[in-house]
């Protein structure tokens, strides 16, 4: 797994306890924010992942 994949994969988890407890503590508004957090860096992630195993050359949208 690429380096920055593996980053944005931690950021992630943390962000997704970080929201859970969040709403736990009944910080709804916290929550959401680090909820949408989880999502941005989910998609890095994945970004990052399927960079990393095309061949050079090829875009990212095929």
Do not use: D, H
């Not at 920055?4 to 508004?29: D, M, N």
């Amino acid at each position: 797994m690429p380096r920055l994949a593996l980053y944005t994969l931690i950021v992630c988890l943390l962000a997704v306890a970080a929201a859970v407890v969040s709403f736990a503590q009944g910080a709804w508004f916290i929550g959401v924010v680090w909820v949408l957090l989880a999502g941005l860096s989910s998609n890095m992630t994945w970004y990052y992942f399927k960079r990393n195993r095309q061949p050079r050359g090829e875009s990212v949208t095929s």
